[in-house]
């Protein structure tokens, strides 16, 4: 199971107790005078929803599932994963709580891993470059997002000027994408440049 998975995973076990969009993240946030990145911001919203949901309502505890618990742990645990050797560890018991349900709280997970991918290897990666995420990025809504803002970022660092040709640029990225057969759904055409912008938004390109 992949991070990325895991953590949609969570949020949805935990949707109706969650604001609507919470961690949609699209507003910038500062702490300590430092602008922070998506990861960052997901760490404080996880930290502070989870900590909300194990530690600060008992009528939140009585009303969440086992399942529903042993998400919010985890959610909690996530947020402080940078803090120290100690949470990471906590991170990991609570991980394998949660993966390891019983009966039907575990069902769930059965059916959504056959919707998942194949993370790339590493030997993909270093063949193919644009399969490796920035960690700076904010998260792909879908799997070619990553490829079309390698491609962004080449073509931008070989001609700066389509920083300000935002069309020109998606349409560079389509072609990109086409030329190592990267596909929208269905596998035939690549995305369209108003598609593509859509994963641009909120980049930083250089």
Known sequence: MSFEFLRKQVIDDLKEFLPEGCFKLEEGL?????????????????????????????????????????????????????DSEKTAAEAEAAIKEYLY?????????????????????????????????????????QDWYTPARYFARQLVRDDSTLLTKRKLLAQKVAQSLSNVKIYKRGGKLPPSYTTILKALSNVSLG
């Open 30 to 82: 500062r702490l300590n005078g430092k602008e922070l990145s998506w990861n960052e911001k997901w760490e404080c919203m996880a930290a502070m929803y989870g900590n909300k949901l194990c530690y600060e309502s008992d009528c939140n505890i009585i009303n969440l599932t086992i399942r529903q618990y042993a998400a919010a742990k985890v959610l909690y645990a996530l947020g402080n994963l940078t």
């Open 101 to 141: 349900l019983s009966g039907q709280e575990k069902e769930p997970f059965a059916l959504l891993l056959k919707n998942i991918q194949p993370e790339p290897s590493a030997q993909d990666i270093g063949a193919k470059p644009w399969l490796e995420l920035d960690p700076k990025d904010p998260e792909p809504e």
